[in-house]
């Protein structure tokens, strides 16, 4: 017999069958749909029984926060399969994916040329623990490509692009305070995590227990666009500001572009207080332009940090930039930083395979034609069933809030309905298609992408806007 239960938070209908529940890895028959209206429904018995069996294996039954999908309700679906611009997960549904890994795969999942080239090199061994060409291949593309970039150093994660980068510029300048933004999401290390954005957003969270206060005593924050803010920062700490760092666009926030003047404007005042201006570029570097947000928008930071689209969807990261800095890096320079599998031969390889891949000719015309049609259907749709409804692109980069807005910060983007956001998330994934799921969190599209995946978007949003 099913029993009905609600998503709290969310208002969907779980129908969750008690029969043939005989242990703590027994079946759970779990259907989701919006409403009886609703032709569409989820059925998650497989997702709900290995999600179940993982909370009692890893904190929370995931290892990234936001997969867990506490911000929409409900229990994370667990995934089988990726390709090209869908995912199917362990029950057998198929959705048109705009997470993308939350943002790699701007070729598509599972690219049958990467994953040729990842066959050969893997013949070869899958981690020297040594120097390897594809290194070579790979950073000369890397600095060729972005603006700001003349050296390179290869790391594992985004997270520890910015840890490098970060003791980096303290180590060239002297100094040690920095200022960040508040919603800008840097990684894991103490120093970011204050007023941060992603999974810290998503969850609501305070900043982390377990940062002792000397770690970030000397992490200054602003609200994105705000100049008056940052002017404030460098006259109350003149001489002792080591660098501004921030996501040029945020994303771990929701999409929140800056304004036309913002960030001419941090060029401009770190040059004249001889600070270092910092570009994170995990999520926007390759994505909204092959030389990344910097290209696009033609300012030039001292360093930049890279990843994610550069391992092809392989763990990877980077940072770089103007060669007397990066020369402090060791064994170059006194600046002491490792990694044991940095520069792998697989990731090198995913990565120059997509790089030659983004960098053909229409690439992001393409990107910026379907994330245009999409962010405006949805934005159009949601408008004409009455709700407030906010959205834009860049590129393949969009992201739209439950608010009237503008959103130019995080305190704007928490103005949105998150109740709504939950509503409208668990419609559209019974629709078959998987959002991010956060209202504070950015979305992707790729090539693999078709007008017909855009179209069956636009059109199960207006269906689940009228419905709730």
């Not at 926060?65 to 679906?77: D, E, N, W």
């Not at 800008?184 to 992603?198: E, I, Q, R, T």
């Not at 270092?276 to 994505?287: A, P, Q």
């Not at 159009?380 to 692109?393: L, N, P, S, V």
Request: charged share 20%; with cysteine.
């Amino acid at each position: 017999m099913a029993a009905a239960t609600a998503i709290s938070g969310v208002g969907l209908t779980l129908g969750i069958s008690t029969s043939t529940v005989r242990s703590r890895t027994s079946l759970v028959t779990m259907a989701v749909s919006l409403d009886e209206k609703t032709n569409k429904s989820l059925t998650l018995t497989k997702s709900q029984e290995a999600f179940t069996a993982a909370k009692e294996l890893m904190p929370g039954g995931v290892n990234s926060p936001v997969r867990a999908f506490k911000s929409v309700g409900g229990q994370p679906i667990v995934i089988d399969s990726v390709k090209g611009s869908r995912m199917t997960d362990i029950d057998g549904n198929e959705y048109i994916d705009y997470v993308g890994s939350w943002g790699p795969a701007i070729i598509g999942h599972a690219d049958d040329q990467v994953l040729a080239a990842l066959s050969e090199t893997m013949k070869k061994g899958t981690s020297f623990g040594a120097p390897c060409l594809l290194e070579n291949s790979l950073a000369k593309m890397v600095i060729s490509a972005v603006p700001s970039i003349e050296m390179v150093r290869f790391v594992n994660s985004g997270t520890e692009a910015c840890m490098g980068v970060l003791r980096l510029a303290r180590a060239y300048t002297g100094n040690e305070k920095i200022i960040k933004f508040e919603g800008c999401y840097h990684g894991h290390a103490d120093p970011f995590l204050v007023k941060a954005g992603s999974g810290v957003a998503t969850l609501g969270l305070p900043d982390s227990p377990g940062v002792p206060k000397g770690a970030t005593y000397e992490t200054l924050t602003a609200p994105f666009n705000d100049l008056s803010a940052v002017e404030k920062l460098f006259e109350d700490n003149k001489g002792e500001i080591a660098a501004v760092m921030l996501e040029p666009v945020v994303g771990n926030s929701g999409f929140i572009p800056p304004k036309s003047d913002f960030l001419s404007f941090l060029r401009k005042i770190t040059k004249e207080n001889n600070s270092l201006l910092i570009f994170d570029e995990v999520m926007t570097g390759f994505r909204l332009a092959y030389g990344g947000a910097q290209e696009y928008f033609g300012i030039t930071p001292d360093l930049t940090t890279l990843g994610k689209i550069i391992g092809g969807g392989l763990p990877v990261g980077a940072y770089g930039g103007r060669r007397d800095i990066m020369e402090m890096v060791a064994p170059a320079g006194p600046m002491y930083q490792a990694g044991t599998l940095s520069g792998n031969p697989l990731a090198m390889t995913a990565g120059i395979q997509t790089l030659k891949r983004i960098k053909e000719a229409g690439t992001y015309e393409y990107l910026d034609k379907i994330t245009g049609e999409l962010v405006r259907g949805i934005v159009e749709a949601g408008k004409k069933a009455g709700h407030a409804i906010c959205g834009g692109h860049i590129s393949g980069m969009f992201g739209f809030f439950f608010t009237e807005g503008p959103v130019y910060n995080f305190a704007d983007a928490k103005k949105s309905d998150t109740a709504k956001f939950a509503k409208f998330y668990w419609g559209m994934l019974a629709q078959g298609v998987y959002l991010a799921p956060s209202q504070f969190e950015a979305g992707f599209t790729s090539l693999a992408h078709s007008p017909d995946d855009i179209e069956k978007t636009i059109a199960a949003a207006e269906k689940v806007f009228r419905e709730i």
